[in-house]
């Protein structure tokens, strides 16, 4: 029989709770077999949503209990598919005069009133010190192209992960969308659609606004992390240039790839018996992601001693039109002529596999978002010419994705180094179980975010970002690292974030843009404790 006292402990004897309720650990245990009962993903990720609107303690208790199996969900893959039908499971508005910000609609008629929207939102957010927000136009969501205010998916699911994956207090995290239109003409002409029904804004309106946007949030949040995200490649770079050196900000298309791919490289180099000089790297896709990734991991060779020049002779790219170079007749966009093949005798190639053959790279790298482009033919050949192929298709979602972790293992004859944007399962092959590497920005901008809401850094250089790729690659356990992993197991994501925040803490120490100086005296014992200690735990947030 169920005493008074239970009931108390349980819900409200005789009133809108039943008996038993029970504990947070049974709710979260009661979420999962809910969740589990669901037979369709965009049904559980709105499930996901709805728990995180209603009672966020049980839903981060639920995701960070179940990383492997809830991440997926509430990031890449099924992210994509929610953003697409936004519009479609975005909840009614909570109309109470009352009721906290949980997201900020920024749209291009409000230009002339964004101070005051900005300045009246810190009456309205759950808590008056902002740490992080994630802000996207929706230009270019995932592989998926303009998605328009549907990037509001990307900007809340990449914030449920910074307090997952990195213990970020959920009440200082805001998701931000700056609906300045879309060229998707299916959204245009949908009557159900929420955003703003025009043509998107000029890239130079554009600019305006966000520089408006970085001016009033900084006077208003001083002290808060502006993550870009999904921005299209006209405008993601000359953004990030114009802001990076004023603002506490990064994009994590282009920083934030950069990094989890580096990490992975410098793992995969260090396994394929190559010296790093002798490194031969194919990148298909010359857009943000691809161009940030391979500046990242050209700026990595500069620091180990490779002269630039050198470097960047170890870089080809390739896009819709073929391999990148000075002379094939185009007007190159300024994001591409950095790694750029510069010999007035550059064969003309028009196709992937012809540009493969002609470079015989040890490492082929997709972030193309066209899926299937890593033909057979293609892989073979990287595995006859490489003892070790290094074979990332880092495209999301899965179907954008330009091999299977399948298909990679069977063409190299399983001797590939693998690593996906989105997940994979293991595949057996030749009786020995193979695992894939998930090369997704989640390892990083957690971590990254972490350590630099800690020291309440006034810029984020690029060395922080490389500080972060580092200690990402030297997180791997002795187990880890005897199944030939190339990142960590998701399971310890909170661990990894802890070590990255430091390294991230001592990079912005070095390079003196911490403002939170406090944290300089402590040894790295002290430091990670600091760390751990500042890290939000739903379960322990309530008690």
């Given amino acids: 029989m169920v005493s008074i006292n239970d009931k108390h402990t349980t819900g409200l004897a005789g009133g809108a709770q039943p008996c038993h309720v029970g504990s947070n650990e049974m709710q979260v245990e009661r979420a999962l077999a809910r969740l589990r009962s669901i037979p369709g993903d965009l049904e559980k990720y709105t499930f996901l949503a709805g728990l995180k609107e209603r009672n966020e303690t049980i839903f981060y208790a639920l995701v960070g209990g179940n990383m492997k199996e809830c991440t997926p969900l509430i990031y890449t893959p099924v992210i994509g598919l929610a953003c697409q039908n936004f519009s479609l499971i975005h909840p009614a508005p909570n109309t109470a005069s009352n009721a906290p910000a949980s997201a900020l609609y920024l749209s291009a008629p409000d230009l002339d009133n964004l101070p005051q929207i900005i300045k009246d939102l810190k009456t309205r957010l759950p808590k008056e010190e902002m740490e992080i927000c994630v802000v996207t136009d929706g230009s270019r969501v995932l592989g998926l192209g303009d998605l328009g205010v549907g990037g509001m998916g990307i900007s809340m699911g990449k914030l449920s992960l910074y307090v997952a994956a990195g213990g970020v207090n959920p009440k200082a995290t805001l998701p931000i969308v700056l609906d300045l239109g879309t060229d998707n003409e299916r959204l245009l002409a949908d009557p159900l659609y929420v955003g703003l029904r025009q043509r998107r804004m000029a890239d130079a309106e554009a600019e305006e606004f966000v520089a408006v946007f970085m001016k009033e949030m900084h006077k208003n949040f001083p002290n808060i992390i502006i993550q870009f995200e999904d921005f299209h490649t006209t405008l993601a770079f000359p953004v990030l240039a114009k802001h990076r050196d004023v603002y506490p900000c ?294």
Wanted: with cysteine; proline share 4%.
């Fill in 250 to 543: 990064f994009n994590d298309d282009i920083q934030g790839t950069g990094a989890v791919v580096l990490a992975g490289a410098i793992r995969a180099f260090a396994l394929n018996g190559k010296a790093l000089k002798d490194q031969k790297i194919l990148f298909f896709g010359a857009g943000s992601s691809g161009v940030g990734v391979a500046e990242t991991i050209c700026r990595y060779f500069v620091l180990n001693g490779i002269s630039e020049q050198d470097a960047k002779n170890m870089f080809w790219l390739v896009d819709s039109k073929g391999l990148v170079s000075n002379n094939r007749g185009d007007t190159l966009p300024e994001h591409k002529r950095f790694l750029a093949r510069t010999s007035p005798n550059e064969p003309i190639l028009k196709t992937l596999e012809s540009v493969v053959r002609h470079v015989r790279p040890t490492a082929l790298l997709g972030l193309s978002t066209v899926g299937g482009t890593f033909t057979k033919e293609i892989l073979q050949f990287m595995a006859e010419i490489n003892e070790k192929p290094i074979v990332f298709a880092l495209s999301n979602p899965v179907a954008q994705a330009e091999c299977t972790f399948e298909e990679a293992v069977e063409g190299t004859g399983g001797t590939v180094m693998y690593a996906s944007g989105s997940p994979f399962d293991p595949v057996v092959y030749q009786e020995k179980l193979r695992e894939p590497g998930q090369g997704n920005n989640m390892y990083i901008f957690p971590g990254l975010g972490l350590g630099a809401i800690l020291a309440q850094v006034k810029t984020i250089p690029e060395e922080m970002v490389h500080a972060s790729a580092q200690a990402l690659a030297t997180s791997l356990t002795a187990d880890e690292q005897y199944r030939n992993l190339l990142y960590p197991d998701v399971t310890r994501i909170r661990e990894v974030s802890i070590r990255i925040a430091v390294g991230v803490i001592r990079s912005a120490q070095k390079l003196n843009v911490d403002k939170n100086e406090k944290l300089r005296s402590m040894s790295d014992e002290q430091l990670e404790k600091f760390v751990r200690d500042q890290m939000y735990h739903p379960l322990l947030a309530v008690k």
